[in-house]
Structures are given as structure tokens and as C-alpha cells.
């Protein structure tokens, strides 16, 4: 099986070797007390948390629904943001007299 691609912000456990799809979902993969009984959480211990994998064979966050962000968008698809709101000034489209 070929590696899964670390990019944005996926990330693989250098103690467990699992890959996630955030490092939010990473950091709470890990259990425990730094410098005690820091851990990671078996793939049992992730099943049963809700930890599902995607296609890709990333881990996500427990309740989290997969999103546009976990699936590649095809080459040349440029994101869209919403539009801005019309400051106060502006009427149908025209300044308003002060």
C-alpha cells in the first residue's frame, strides 16, 4: 500500500504510525500525562471513540462528518468564499446621501 499524502494539515503519528486528517485529530488520539503515561489510543480504543477512517485512510475527529476538505478537489477547482456584505453606506448599490 502506497503512503497516504501529507498535506495541509494531515498528520502521522510518529509513535503509532496512524495518519490523521487534522492535527487537532491527532492531538486527541494521544492520552495521558506528559512525561508519566502519555500514550496513544489503540485502533480498538479509536473504533469504539469514533475516530472513523476515510477513503483516503486518514483517521477524522469522533462526530465529525466528512466535508468538502477531506476529499481532493480536482485540478483547477479554485475555492470559493463567500461574498461580502454591503457596508451600511451602500443602497441597491449606490451611496447614500450623508
Known amino acids: 500500500m502506497t ?3 501529507l498535506t495541509g494539515n494531515r498528520c502521522q503519528c510518529p509513535t503509532c504510525g496512524d495518519y490523521f486528517t487534522s492535527t487537532r485529530a491527532f492531538d ?7 512525561g508519566n503515561d502519555r500514550r496513544c489510543l489503540t485502533a480498538g480504543e479509536m473504533d469504539a471513540a469514533g475516530f472513523a ?5 486518514f483517521r ?3 462526530g465529525r462528518v466528512a466535508t468538502y476538505f477531506d476529499v481532493a478537489a480536482p485540478r483547477g477547482t479554485l475555492a470559493m468564499g463567500q461574498p461580502s456584505p ?4 451602500l ?8
Open 3 to 5: 503512503a497516504p499524502k
Open 28 to 34: 486527541r488520539h494521544r492520552i495521558g500525562q506528559f
Open 53 to 57: 477512517r476515510n477513503a483516503r485512510g
Open 86 to 89: 454591503e457596508p451600511d453606506s
Open 60 to 62: 477524522g475527529e469522533p
Open 91 to 98: 443602497k441597491n448599490g449606490y451611496l447614500e446621501a450623508a
